[in-house]
């Protein structure tokens, strides 16, 4: 003999006791993605600011826009494929955790991965020292 089993109900939020899951949650700001090499090499001519896990390189942009501009580049050096593709996941999620916050709208950020070390940092050293990166870029470009 079988015994079906019939899920609970769900509450019942329309008397607006509970919250919806979307609505409890924070919306984090959206960054957008440097794709043309053109991007890239204008935030090279900008200020560079170097960590003990990478290079960050950032410039204002004449464009007026507000939105906050990333990039991700690892060379040869750190390694094949693989590691360059972990080097650049690991530096897309701090920058989603620390740009997002230390950023400042209409810039373009550059994040370039090292070699042995950008992989095998820790991840709270990577977003400190990004946000270390961060700081001193912003210090130098104030008025």
Not at 42 to 51: L, P, S, W
Not at 78 to 85: D, E, K, L
Not at 121 to 131: I, M, N, T, Y
Request: proline letters at 6%; charged letters at 25%.
């Amino acid at each position: 003999m079988v015994t079906l089993m019939t899920p609970p109900k769900a509450p019942d939020q329309t008397d607006g006791t509970l919250p919806s899951a979307a609505s409890s949650c924070a919306m984090p700001v959206a960054l957008a993605t440097l794709t043309k090499r053109s991007e890239f090499l204008r935030a090279a001519r900008g200020d560079k600011q170097g960590t003990a896990s990478m290079m960050v390189q950032g410039q204002a942009r004449a464009d007026g826009g507000d939105a906050i501009r990333v990039g991700f580049t690892c060379s040869k050096k750190v390694g094949n494929a693989v590691a360059r593709n972990r080097a650049k996941r690991r530096l897309r999620a701090a920058a989603r955790e620390v740009v997002a916050r230390h950023g400042r709208p209409g810039w373009d950020y550059v994040l370039i991965g090292k070699r042995d070390v950008t992989a095998a940092r820790p991840f709270e050293a990577l977003k400190s020292d990004l946000a270390h990166a961060l700081r001193k870029l912003h210090e130098r470009a104030a008025p």
